[in-house]
């Protein structure tokens, strides 16, 4: 159903990740999205690179076995009123992390670990790093918590699914995964479309 779903939409999803690509164009976008859809997705995606690349250095750092200070890296735990002022920023804190150019927004954690780790370090069973637990915990519990004001609105089994892996401590580095392809899914068929059509009037009126 969800493949189907987006192939409707395979024009549209095609030109959208081709701007997610576009440093300039995505910001653009994401800034387009916070300000006249007053969606929290941004912010989702932004929180989803930072533990994305939290889990990428701790995975390198436990190979050394090294610790490596990533708290600057911690989503934004629900009981911060202020989380959503991050997308009033004038640049997302996960733009200019050093994995930035590495890591493509629309990777997910466990393709983006697969690309930057040494092969066969790591596989489908792979779990989060013990580091990197609290910062997943509090992603979880903001972005799809049953009382928190920025759960994200995604289809039930997605949630479910990343609900149960953290009830039976079984969470390996793709759980988060699919509820970014439906986050990335809604910000396209629910906002690029508004986006298109605003540019192009902008460029009839000039």
Known sequence: ETRLRRSLYSPLYKEFEEMLDNSVQRENFLQFATQYYRSGLP????????LKYQVIEALKDSRHS????????????VANQHAVQLVKDDRYPHESHPLAHLVPITKGIFE???LLLPPNSIDKTTQFPEAVKSAFS???CTYFGRESYMAVSIPNEAVARIQKAVELSNVPLSVLDCAKDEVLFLLCTDVFAGYRKRLEAQCCST
Do not use: E, I, K
Not at 43 to 50: H, N, R, V
């Open 112 to 114: 983006s670990a697969m």
């Open 43 to 50: 912010l989702f995606l932004s929180d989803f690179q930072l």
């Open 66 to 77: 090294t610790c490596t200070d990533n708290s600057h890296l911690a989503p934004h735990p």
């Open 138 to 140: 509090n992603f979880v």
